[in-house]
């Protein structure tokens, strides 16, 4: 049947798979969902304070999915060589895992593992050189 359609969920089957599940299993799902509500937070609150400071610069940044070309290089500009460096390849290494991305489904668990465990390893690792260069700058 197409997964489009809208008929109910079967409630029955729905507890049977839900018998074989645990807590831990359904856990990494729950807290990633909870992180993408807090980071979509973050991203509103910090397009409410640009927008509060400077209605023109929130605007500007609004228009800047269009084009985004001006403010990429102004932000190479500003950025450390040593982290531009590694969010270059950082960005490399998730265009790379592209192909897995794409053909997601097709994957076997193990492999949606694999890939998963990945790109929170290329975000972490970025992120924690990001805080390693705010640190360096507050320390001076």
């Known amino acids: 049947m197409p997964a489009d359609t809208k008929e109910a969920p079967d409630l029955d089957k729905l507890r049977a798979i839900a ?22 937070g973050r991203l509103i609150i910090g397009a ?13 940044m609004m228009k800047m999915g269009q084009n985004p070309q001006p403010f990429l290089s102004m932000l190479v500009e500003k ?8 969010a270059v390849t950082t960005v490399l290494q ?12 097709k994957l076997t668990p193990d492999k ?8 929170v390893e290329l975000a972490s690792h970025l992120k924690k050189r990001i805080r390693e260069v ?7």
């Open 94 to 105: 998730v265009v790379a895992l592209q192909p897995e991305l794409s053909q997601f489904e």
């Open 19 to 40: 018998e074989k599940l645990e807590l831990a299993d359904v856990q990494p799902l729950v807290v990633a969902g909870l992180d993408l509500f807090e980071d979509l």
């Open 79 to 86: 950025t450390p060589s040593d982290l531009l460096k590694d």
């Open 48 to 60: 409410a304070q640009i927008q509060k400071k400077s209605n023109e610069a929130y605007e500007f």
């Open 134 to 140: 705010e640190n360096a700058k507050t320390s001076k």
């Open 112 to 119: 949606k593992i694999e890939l998963g465990r990945k790109l």
